[in-house]
């Protein structure tokens, strides 16, 4: 098919002498939670005025913890707070966070309600812009 692909797998009698020495069959399989997700339907609309879409075009280990710790602020704060690495259909979010792969990280906020962009140094200064 000519479509997104869901997950994957296959045989790996190959690879497992490698790792511990012996011959075992083995097989395996991965689900890819992204395209998934973009097949549910939302239950809650509601979250569209407090969702945050956190993203980064840099995929380092550091932009990375960088992402999932503002994620997880922001949970703690009360917003609903997604990661995307992939370019995530936005339009459903209130805000877009984009996180920047410089020293020390930097963030343009992006209120899609009031057409707005703003520019934070700082998980604490995201979440003031946030709070309003």
């Not at 497992?16 to 097949?39: E, N, R």
């Not at 609903?80 to 992939?86: I, K, N």
Request: with cysteine; glycine share 12%.
């Amino acid at each position: 098919g000519g479509g997104e692909r869901l997950g994957g797998g296959g045989r790996y009698n190959d690879l497992i002498p490698l790792m511990s020495g012996k011959d075992l069959p083995a097989c395996g399989f991965a689900l890819y939670v992204d395209p998934i997700m973009k097949l549910l339907p939302l239950e809650n609309k509601e979250w569209g005025e407090s969702g945050v879409l956190v993203k980064s075009e840099e995929l380092s280990p550091e932009v990375g913890k960088v992402c999932f710790d503002l994620a997880r602020s922001l949970r703690n704060a009360g917003h609903v707070a997604e990661l995307d690495f992939v370019g995530r259909e936005i339009s459903c979010y209130r805000w877009i966070v984009s996180v920047s792969g410089k020293r020390p990280s930097t963030f343009a906020i992006i209120d899609q309600k009031q057409r707005e962009q703003r520019e934070a140094a700082s998980v604490e200064e995201v979440l003031n812009v946030l709070r309003g």
